[in-house]
Structure formats: C-alpha cells, structure tokens
C-alpha cells in the first residue's frame, strides 16, 4: 500500500466567504475525510490558512499573502492509503475543493521513507 | 456487608504492602493480605465482627509481615538489597496504613502495573486482581475462560515485574503525560471488559465497570494526573455507565439504544458526566476519550434531533482520523445515515469491506431495509451466519422479522 498527498489548489482565495458557508465548507471537507478514515486509509492532513501567508521569491523579496503574483496558491493536504493512484484519484474525487470553479486536487506519491 | 470491605481493603493492603516490599514481591504482599482475610473469615464468625473491622485487619497485616520479614532467613542476603531500593527505612518494620500513603500507593501502583512493559491483557488481569481486589474466578468468569488460564496470565505478568523490578512511585512529571496515555488505555480496556462482556453475571459486570471508574477517579482526584484526558474518560465512563439498566432485560439479552426505556437511565450518572466533559474542556489537545465521551453525551439525549447526528456525525469523522476502529468506522456511517440518508450511506458502506464483521452486515441489513428488502434480509442471513452469541443472534432474528 502506497501513500499518496492530495494537494488542494486554490484560485484566487480573496473572495469573502460568508461564516454559514466556510462552516459549510468545513463540514463537507470533514465528511470527506471521515469517509477515508472510515476505510483506515486516511494517514495526516492539515489546512494551511491563508492568512499570514508569505511568498518569499528568488532575489528574497518577501510578499505578503499566497495570492499575488501568482493566481493559484495551495489551501491544505491529505494523506491517504491507496493500492493505485487510481485509488487515490477516486478519493481526491470526493473533495469538496473541486466545488470550486478553477480549483483542483493534485495527486502525488508520498516517497517511500 | 463484608464483601465489599474485603474487596476495598485487600487493595489497599496489598498496595500497600507492595510499596513497602518492592514490585517483585507482589506474590508476598498478595499472600499476604489472603491470609489476613482468611485469619478474619476464621475469627470472625465466632468472636463476632470487631468494632473497627479495618483497623483490626490493619494490625494482622502489620503483624503477618513483621513475622515474614523475621522469618525469612534469606532477607539480609537477597531480598535487603532490593528493598534498600524500594524503601529506605527499612530498619522501620512497621507500615503506614494511613489514608493519604494508602492512596498514595495505589496510585502508584497502577502507574507501575500500568507500564508499557507489561502486555495489556496481562496489565488488565493485574489491575482486576490487585487493583480491584477481584478474585480468580471472578477474572475468569468476566473473561469467560478458566481460572487456570487467568492464573497463568498473573503469573506472567508476575514475573515480568519482577524482572524488570519496576519501581512503585509516581513517573517523573514531565514522563506523566506519556505514561498516563498507557493507564488510560487500560482503565478504558477494564471498563469495556465490563460493560461489553457476554458474562451472564450483571453484578459482576457492573463492579468492574465501577471499579474502572474508581481508579479513574483517583487520578481525577490527584494534583499531578487531573488532565485533560483522565477527565474526558471519566466523562465518558459515566455516560456509558448511566445506561446499565436499560440496555439489558431481565434475561440479559441485550437491549438496542434505540428501542431502551430512557426513564431508566441514570440522571445523576449523566449530570456527573456533564460535569467531567466541562473539566476536560481545559487542554490544548482533544484526546480519543474526549471525542468518545462527545458522541456518549450526544446519546444520552434520546429524540433523534438532526443536529445530534450532525454532531454525531462530525465526532465520528474526528474520531477516525484520530484512531481506526471498525466500530467506529460503522457507527459513523450510521450516523451518515441519521445526516444524509441511507442511500449515501450504502454506497460509504459498501467501501468498507468489513467482510467478516457481523456488525458491517447488520447495518448493510439495517440501511437496505424499506429500499430492498431482499438484499436486506441476504446480508442480516450474513450476519446471523457470523454471529458469535445467542444475544446477537436473537438481535439479528428480531431484525428479520420486521423487514
């Protein structure tokens, strides 16, 4: 069994979002997550917030924010168990980012430790 | 009234006696604290129950190991040294019996029989026997085995502490938190011995359940381990506990949640659990007894309200992340289907695979039922056909019949 990341991009994440609907969000994203560890094959995750994000480019200028220069920033990572990536791309499915117009999940193989 | 006083005592006494004589002569202080029992099962009866029955049982003690230590030819050469470790005043052949130095032991008692050392089964049978002061045939009948098999697992565990010779004291402070997680998990184990055993002896049943939430307390009750977690188990004890009389009728059969008589359950056990979850509330970090003493508070509201189960639902989630359990895993898709319907739990349920689960094709059964009652009935067939007690087979038949 491989582990693979679900990686969740984001397009420009300045849009406001009511409390009612990140509650929501938060919701489906939990359901989700709970449907994969209900299988066992859930293995870490974390949110990555997008307040007091900072880009530090290659001359090491430092810019406030994830969104700036670039338009699609990462918004947080699963991991999980799967046999194939065919398995893992059948859970990043599932995720409630992909609602998001432009959005989308990467799906990358853990590298074996 | 002499059952309970002997059971309470004999703990004491024996951990007591352990602390005095070191880890490795637990045998000593369990022979020990027998034979005062026994002096007191013989006298008693005849010259009437003294005044002060544990004062009296205190003395014998007392006595019964000033004679072992001057009986014993061997102590100067090999028992002394050990002891220099364990007890520093040695030259003192009394013992203090006092309260705090008897709860004192105790606590560290179950730190050191609840070491990662010793296996858990073996840790459980230790704590069940010297902890809690149950008998051989009382261990195995909860277990449902012999006494022979229980006294093959003491002797084990026996002779692991005493090669390891572990000390009887409290784990430094900053080694509490990481220790504490081992005695949770064992307290946690003894409690669902209790509680889940298929043992016809309700009485029994129940005194381990209570003693697992006894030793709980204790360390509610102490400055160094009231934490977070202790709080958020005991909480979750209560809950469960608060239950006892509802959820199994007069032959023992077991009663599901849903069709139990809420006028049963134990108001006061509740409000206590309710009290213990707000304690727990006061960490950084939310422990698997917290999520679990979640969902048992949400259960003890009896109306299927929607936002139960959300709760439910998103406690469950939380859960799995933390520690996978198929018990979990099919609570929560039960829960899935209170939320969102038994049709979106069918197709979470069916990505399980618990295939040689009994439970995982009772709720296939349960969530197909008023879809298709054919496949509902196929897969409760399944689940009779792994179905390991005459309770659950009844459960399961009961299920058939009001397809």
């Keep these: 069994m491989n582990e693979y990341a679900l990686i969740f991009r984001h397009m420009d994440g300045k849009e406001v979002a009511s409390p009612e609907q990140i509650q929501q969000w938060m919701q489906q994203t939990m359901d989700w997550i709970g449907g994969i560890a209900a299988q066992n094959k859930f293995v870490s995750g974390t949110g990555l917030p997008f307040d007091e994000a900072r880009v530090v480019h290659s001359n090491k200028m430092v810019t406030n924010g994830a969104f700036g220069d670039i338009k699609e920033t990462v918004g947080g990572l699963v991991i999980v168990r799967a046999e194939s990536v065919e398995e893992a791309v059948e859970f990043a499915k599932g995720c409630p980012v992909l609602q998001g117009e432009g959005n989308s999940v990467e799906v990358r193989k853990v590298a074996q430790k | ?403």
């Design chain 2, 1 to 403: 009234m002499l059952a309970p006083l002997f059971r309470t005592e004999f703990t004491k006494i024996t951990a007591v006696l352990c602390k005095r004589l070191g880890i490795s002569q637990m045998q000593v202080a369990e022979d020990i604290a027998s034979e005062t029992f026994l002096l007191a099962y013989e006298t008693w009866p005849y010259k009437g129950v003294p005044e002060n029955p544990t004062a009296w049982l205190y003395a014998v003690a007392k006595n019964k190991l000033k004679n072992h230590l001057s009986r014993n030819q061997l102590f100067e050469g090999k028992i002394a040294p050990e002891l220099k470790h364990a007890a520093p005043d040695r030259e003192e052949p009394d013992i203090d019996l006092s309260e705090s130095h008897i709860s004192d032991s105790q606590l560290q008692m179950l730190f050191a029989i609840c070491h990662p050392a010793i296996p858990p089964e073996a840790q459980i049978g230790l704590a069940l026997r010297i902890l809690c002061g149950f008998g051989i045939e009382e261990i195995a009948t909860a277990f449902l085995t012999n006494k022979s098999t229980i006294n093959k697992r003491l002797f084990r565990a026996k002779e692991k502490l005493r090669t390891d010779n572990l000390p009887i004291e409290m784990p430094p402070a900053a080694e509490v938190k990481h220790r504490l997680d081992t005695v949770l998990t064992t307290l946690y184990l003894l409690f669902n011995e209790g509680y889940y055993s298929e043992s016809h002896d309700a009485v029994l049943r129940e005194d381990l359940c209570l003693e697992a939430m006894r030793l709980t307390r204790m360390l509610a009750d102490n400055a160094l381990t009231a934490k977070p977690p202790v709080f958020a188990l005991l909480a979750l004890m209560c809950f469960h506990a608060s239950r006892f009389a509802a959820r199994k009728n007069e032959h023992g059969a077991i009663i599901l949640y849903e069709n139990q008589d809420e006028s049963l359950w134990n108001r006061d056990l509740i409000a206590q659990g309710a009290f213990y979850l707000h304690q727990a509330s006061g960490g950084d970090s939310v422990s698997r007894y917290h999520l679990e003493a979640g969902i048992a508070y949400w259960h003890t509201i009896k109306e299927d309200l929607a936002e139960k189960w959300q709760h439910i639902l998103q406690l469950y989630n939380r859960l799995l992340m933390v520690e996978y359990s198929p018990v979990a895993a099919l609570n929560r898709t039960f829960a899935l289907a209170k939320v969102k319907g038994n049709e979106a739990a069918i197709v979470e349920a069916e990505k399980l695979q618990l295939t040689d689960n009994q439970y995982y094709f009772t709720l296939l059964g349960e969530l197909y039922r008023g879809i298709e009652p054919e496949k509902a009935k196929g897969y409760l067939q399944k689940a009779y056909a792994l179905a390991k007690t005459a309770g659950d087979r009844e459960v399961i038949r009961n299920k058939m019949e009001v397809l």
